[in-house]
């Protein structure tokens, strides 16, 4: 029978603090919260274990009796904002309950703009993530698809939302603008038609100021079947 290492075990199965050295003078909530503020004010690559010590006025070897590695921290961060939903009882309505959960993710990833990259490259689930995987399957309890396809929806709720938000955090930098004015020039010249049709035909109405709404459904209802 293989043995598992604590090393290789998430985070939340490890002990507080390790199990040898000096009483807990810290806690990973104080830890997590100082590098949320961290990235908040300075962007992920601001957080180190060094930088976060000298946030809480100690040495960064004394972090490591509590957080083991940089991706250690990454995730217990990731989690920490799952705590910041508010998860009501389920309505009836699935559509529009996980419509809810996902304007309640655009305001938590806009209040941490380095939330939405850690959730497409490496989505963790902690203690807060696991509620909240709980709550959309009690949204989806009725719903007669699969369990996995449920799992998966949450994943597409998710990772459709925090592609969203990079979007729209992207759509004003001069970089999108000069690829906008680029694709415009390479329609004009008549050598892309379909290109072109996108930027001359008008749309049959007005398109909705907000389009998440619309594309997550699409998408929540092709993976649900």
Known sequence: MAVVREQDLVIWLRPEQARVGRPAERSRAEITAAAVELADREGLEAVSMRRVAAALGTGAASLYRYVATRDDLLDLM????AGEYDL?????????????????????????PWLPGLVITRP??????ADLLEHVLDVLADH??????????FAVLNALTAMFVQNEAAAGAPAAQRQAAYLRHV??????PRLAALF???PAAD???????????RALAGVLG
């Open 207 to 217: 398109p909705p100021a907000d389009r998440l709404p619309a594309v997550l459904i």
């Open 88 to 112: 009501p009882a389920p309505s009836g309505d699935w559509q529009a309950d996980l419509l809810r959960i996902a304007e309640q993710a655009r305001s938590i990833m806009r209040r941490h």
């Open 144 to 153: 007669p698809a699969q369990p996995a396809r449920k799992l998966e929806a």
């Open 124 to 129: 963790t689930l902690g203690p807060n993530g």
């Open 78 to 81: 990731t989690d920490s904002t």
């Open 187 to 192: 329609a004009q010249e008549g050598n892309h």
């Open 200 to 202: 001359t035909t008008p």
